[in-house]
Each structure stands twice: as structure tokens, then as C-alpha cells.
């Protein structure tokens, strides 16, 4: 059974800076694709980082610049740097790794709320 759990959420002012870890059991993460999305109250989901199995990296412009994610494999764990921090930041972020659309896996989900 495959689980995400992700961790490092928190308060942060403004113009600081957290670190999102996502640990994952029952599934091998060497050479799959995940993710980091985020949903504010009142909106969407929306994807806020990928990586592929072969390290191609993507971001969402508005974390373009201050956003960072990064795999470890060996690790089973995936992060996301998050500096420079902004009240829009503020959101429920989830990690996910898109195996298949039967089999696509979300973790529960960590609050960010930056203060401005």
C-alpha cells in the first residue's frame, strides 16, 4: 500500500522560508514522477512543482525563482524548498505521485500560512 506523508508546514512571516519534506512507504521512488501541488481556501488545486523520473524539473510561475524541489531517491523522499516566502503562498500543500490515472497518490496534506 502506497503512502505519502508530508511534513514541515507551518507560520512564517513574510519573505521567510519553510521546507516541505514528503516521505513515501510502499512504493519505489527511483525513476517516477512526482509532485508538489498546493490549494488556497476558496480555490483550485494547482501544481506547484514536478520532477520526472529522468529529473526533468517544472515550476509554476508564480514560485518560479523561490521554489526549489529535489528527490531522494535512495531516500524514498521528495522536498520542496520554499524561500521568499508571500501571503498568496499561504495553502494546504500535497504531494503526489502520478503513477497512472488508476493510480495516481496524494499525501494529506500540510498547511503553509505565511503572515504579512
Known amino acids: 500500500q502506497v503512502q505519502l506523508v508530508e511534513s514541515g508546514g507551518g507560520l512564517v512571516q513574510a519573505g521567510g522560508s519553510l521546507r516541505l519534506t514528503c516521505a513515501a512507504s510502499g512504493i519505489i521512488f527511483s525513476g517516477i514522477p512526482m509532485a508538489w501541488y498546493r490549494q488556497a481556501p476558496g480555490k483550485s488545486r494547482e501544481l506547484v512543482a514536478s520532477a520526472t523520473g529522468s529529473g526533468s524539473i517544472d515550476y509554476a510561475d508564480s514560485v518560479k525563482g523561490r521554489f526549489t524541489i529535489s528527490r531522494g531517491d535512495s531516500r524514498n523522499t521528495v522536498w520542496l524548498q520554499m524561500n521568499s516566502l508571500k501571503p498568496e503562498d499561504t495553502a494546504v500543500y500535497y504531494c503526489?505521485?502520478?503513477?497512472?490515472?488508476?493510480?495516481?497518490?496524494w499525501g494529506q496534506g500540510t498547511q503553509v500560512t505565511v503572515s504579512s
Open positions: 503526489n505521485v502520478p503513477l497512472s490515472q488508476s493510480n495516481n497518490y
